[in-house]
């Protein structure tokens, strides 16, 4: 198995939505089809450790993610799709890091600083409270999953900007440390992938609660997508299009020309209810053949462990040998 050309990974902690489709699922299956990459894609069940503390949500979700993972459409075959709790590798690979990791870089990592300012706005007398280790380092785990399997280049959305800089620091120290193992990767922020607005207008994030979950019932998604906010204008009043949730997501789904021709129907005033079933319909269209998909992969996790599983033992093809030879390197090989 050759390093990773691309390399992400997809905490596994809620069900998917219709933003994590256009934001990342979609870019990720073209990529995967692509038989001139090698693109790897987990399951980061470890992150989800961080702040879920449930076993029977952390397994939902897993399966939920994986599901909705293949049933889009994830060339399975051409690319590795593993969970990362099944490279034991890793949390080796995490602990050499750690100990070539300045506290004061984890001191600068955004999601510490923010739980520790929420701490202090509070009024709490201990600034880290609630603060585990593993929320502290975790962009060590971080580094390790890319590190692990050398890859060039690392998808991500804006807020995980950082944790690369820091896989950075962390992969170039090793190599001054040590010797030139690792690759620095390099960050890949898709401006052109769409960023879907919510029910209420915000971003679609599991953390607003605004949210579209890609797989519940037909009867469910024509039922939230009905609830999204509108404003007051009637039928037939003219309506703008790029200050519209609805429009906003039509335009994630639908081709140019499509869209264009949906901006010029709300200049002559489209009514809300109209546009409302037309997107439900839209995107139940595309949704439709993957939902059965996803329906029989839910009643059949055995085949989702064994996809998985196969994906680890490519995965691994190139971890065990690598973490070899970073033990040989680090002096933690035979005394002979
Ligand atoms: N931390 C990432 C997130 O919350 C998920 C993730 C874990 C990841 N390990 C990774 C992304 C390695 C890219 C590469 O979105």
């Known amino acids: 198995m050759k390093n990773a050309d691309f390399l992400t990974g997809i905490t596994t902690s809620g069900t998917p939505h219709l933003g994590n489709y256009v934001g990342a699922i979609r870019p990720a299956v073209e990529t995967s089809k692509n038989p001139r990459l090698v693109s790897y894609y987990f399951l980061a069940d470890y992150h989800s450790l961080i702040k879920n503390h449930d076993p029977k949500l952390r397994k939902q979700s897993a399966l939920e993610i994986a599901a909705s993972w293949i049933a889009l459409g994830l060339d399975y075959d051409n690319c590795v799709f593993y969970r990362q709790s099944d490279i034991p590798e890793i949390p080796e690979l995490t602990w050499i890091l750690t100990c070539l990791t300045a506290k004061g870089l984890m001191n600068r990592a955004h999601a510490y600083k923010a739980t520790v300012a929420d701490n202090e706005e509070q009024g709490h007398k201990d600034s880290d409270k609630g603060i585990t280790m593993g929320l502290f380092s975790y962009p060590v785990l971080m ?11 690392v998808p991500v959305g804006k807020d995980q900007v950082q944790h690369l800089e820091m896989t950075r620091d962390i992969a170039a120290r090793f190599n001054h440390v040590y010797k030139k193992l690792f690759i620095l990767p390099e960050v890949v922020v898709d401006e052109t992938s769409a960023v879907l607005a919510g029910l209420d207008g915000r971003k679609m994030s599991k953390s607003y609660h605004n949210y579209i979950p890609l797989f519940d019932t037909q009867k469910r998604l024509r039922k939230l997508i009905m609830k999204i906010k509108t404003n007051s204008l009637g039928p037939d009043e003219p309506k703008d299009p790029e200050t519209c949730t609805l429009f906003s997501i039509y335009k994630a789904f639908a081709s140019q020309s499509e869209t264009k021709e949906m901006a010029e129907r709300y200049r002559q005033g489209i009514a809300w209810g109209t546009m409302k079933l037309e997107l439900f319909e839209y995107i139940d269209e595309i949704l439709k053949a993957p939902r059965k998909r996803y329906e ?32 040989e390197t680090i002096g933690i090989q035979s005394l002979g």
């Open 296 to 327: 029989e992969l839910i009643k059949n996790p055995s085949d989702i462990d064994e996809i998985l599983k196969k994906g680890a033992m490519k995965a691994r093809e190139f971890s065990v040998p690598f973490l070899e030879k970073i033990r």
């Open 143 to 153: 580094a390790a999953d890319i590190l692990m399997f050398n890859a060039r280049k």
